[in-house]
């Protein structure tokens, strides 16, 4: 996996670019009639559009690959009135995990509250801001991993 930089605020773009080597434009471009047509009130509307990620997941069939979501802390619960509890004692350990799986994308958050996304190699994440590293210091880059997109090739 090659680092593709971007401070075009193009983090799904990039992330989707670096897991199938390709070109960041290329794939803004195949994306861009995915954009949601919803507008939204300031200060949101001057966030990026992305297209939603049931969107991505149809595109990238199309491409032969198939996205599976492991987010980081499930919860469930067995009737809506009733609370919601974690389906795992140690959500960290099973994300390490799903992430030992393989490549994919990693969506969470940086800054505590701005949406973001990276590739993962199976190793290292990619992150378009310009950075590599594991994820055991992701704290380090502001990144709070939220849900992981393993991606496998299928027939």
């Known amino acids: 996996m090659k680092l593709i930089t971007n401070n ?13 080597v390709e070109d960041i434009n290329m794939v803004e471009g195949w994306l861009k009639h995915y954009l949601p047509d919803a507008t939204f009130p300031p200060p949101y509307d001057e966030l990026p559009r992305v297209p939603d990620m049931i969107s991505i997941c149809a595109w990238l069939l199309g491409r032969n690959i198939a996205l599976t979501p492991f987010p980081f802390d499930p919860q469930c619960t067995p009737h ?6 974690a389906v ?3 959500p960290q350990g099973v994300f390490n995990a799903r992430l030992a799986l393989g490549p994919g994308l990693i969506e969470g958050v940086v800054n505590g509250d701005r949406g973001h996304m990276v590739a993962w190699n199976g ?6 801001r310009g950075y590599c590293y594991s994820l055991n ?4 880059f502001d990144f709070e991993p939220a849900q992981f ?3 496998t090739a299928c027939q």
């Open 8 to 20: 075009e605020n193009k983090c799904v773009f990039a992330s989707l670019a670096m897991l199938i």
């Open 80 to 85: 809506p009135s009733c609370p919601a509890k």
């Open 88 to 90: 795992y004692e140690n």
């Open 123 to 128: 190793t290292t994440i990619y992150d378009p």
């Open 137 to 140: 210091v992701s704290w380090k």
């Open 149 to 151: 997109w393993l991606a």
